[in-house]
Each structure stands twice: as structure tokens, then as C-alpha cells.
Nanobody, 124 residues
Framework: QVQLEESGGGLVQAGGSLRLSCVAS????????AAWFRQGPGKEREFVAA????????RYAESVKGRFTISSDVAKHTAYLQMNNLKPEDTAIYYC?????????????????WGQGTQVTVSS
């Protein structure tokens, strides 16, 4: 079993920054993919960014490109999401997820383990 725990959420003004962390414990494989999804009020869960543990290949949603950066520390089994120039529309619960598929997927159904989520609120 894999357990994921997020941290780093909070309240920030528009234009500010936050850094989210996701620590994975349990069975963690080099070929896994770690991803961030988010779910805003009244919205469906959407893909934000993902990274492959093995070679740090990344992929981003168009809405966050140039503002968010995903990274990882394989030795610590930790994935990070650096969020800069935050906008009110970034307000959401951010979830960390893991996929064993070896390729970066954007569909939530491809991810089999999820964290509890961390709230990010951006005020205007």
C-alpha cells in the first residue's frame, strides 16, 4: 500500500506563492508517476501537473504552465508543487496522487492512490 500526505496549503493574496509537498510512504516504485490534481468549489477534479520518479519528465495543465513547477526528491519520496503568481481561480483543494502506469496520464482514473488534500485559497 502507498500512503500520500500533502502539506503546504494556505491562504495567500493574488500574485503570491505557495509550495506544496507530498510525501509518499509504503510501496514506492521508481517507475511510478506522482501528480497533483485540484478540485475547486462546484468544479470537477482536474489535472494540474505530474512528474515521473525515474527521469523527472513533467507535464502541466495549460492553465498553470509558466506559473507552477513540479519537482521531486526521489530519495525522500517527496513531490513538490511550487505555485507562483497565484490567481483567485487557483483556489481549490489540491490532491497528490500516484499512478503505476509508467507514463504520465492526465485522467484521474489512472491514479490509484490519493492523499487527503490540502486547501489553497487565493484572495483577490
Amino acid at each position: 500500500q502507498v500512503q500520500l500526505e500533502e502539506s503546504g496549503g494556505g491562504l495567500v493574496q493574488a500574485g503570491g506563492s505557495l509550495r506544496l509537498s507530498c510525501v509518499a510512504s509504503g510501496w514506492v516504485y521508481t517507475n511510478d508517476v506522482a501528480a497533483w490534481f485540484r478540485q475547486g468549489p462546484g468544479k470537477e477534479r482536474e489535472f494540474v501537473a505530474a512528474i515521473k520518479w525515474s527521469d523527472s519528465t513533467t507535464r502541466y495543465a495549460e492553465s498553470v504552465k509558466g506559473r507552477f513547477t513540479i519537482s521531486s526528491d526521489v530519495a525522500k519520496h517527496t513531490a513538490y508543487l511550487q505555485m507562483n503568481n497565484l490567481k483567485p481561480e487557483d483556489t481549490a483543494i489540491y490532491y497528490c496522487a500516484r499512478s503505476p502506469t509508467r507514463r504520465i496520464r492526465t485522467a484521474a482514473t489512472e491514479y490509484d492512490h490519493w492523499g487527503q488534500g490540502t486547501q489553497v485559497t487565493v484572495s483577490s
